[in-house]
Nanobody, 121 residues
């Protein structure tokens, strides 16, 4: 049984930074693509960022491009999300997800339980 566990969320003022981590338990996910999604109250879950299995390719939602950075360290936790210049509209529960495909990701393999990020104005 594989579990993804997110950490690093919290309360921060606008303009501040947070670093989220996603750890995998049960098996290594070094060959998986990884992604971050978020869901704000009353809104649908949305894509934030993704990174391929090697770490060589990354994708970002337009709303976070230039402020967030996704990375992975295969020797430790599988994926990080560095969030800078945070805005109140970044407030959401952040989830990590894993996909075993090399392309055409659908993010159905594994999901974490989420970590709350709250940005105050």
């Amino acid at each position: 049984q594989v579990q993804l566990v997110e950490s690093g969320g919290g309360l921060v003022q606008a303009g501040g930074s947070l670093r989220l981590s996603c750890a995998a338990f049960g098996r290594t996910l070094s060959s998986y693509a990884m992604a971050w999604f978020r869901q704000a109250p009353g809104k649908e879950r949305e894509f934030v960022a993704a990174i391929n299995w090697s770490g060589g390719t990354t994708y970002y939602a337009d709303s976070v491009k230039g402020r967030f950075t996704i990375s992975r360290d295969k020797a430790k936790n599988p994926v990080y999300l560095q969030m800078n210049s945070l805005k109140p509209e970044d407030t959401a529960v952040y989830y990590c997800a894993a996909d075993s495909r090399r392309t055409d990701w659908v993010w159905r393999d594994y999901w974490g339980q989420g970590t709350q990020v709250t940005v105050s104005s």
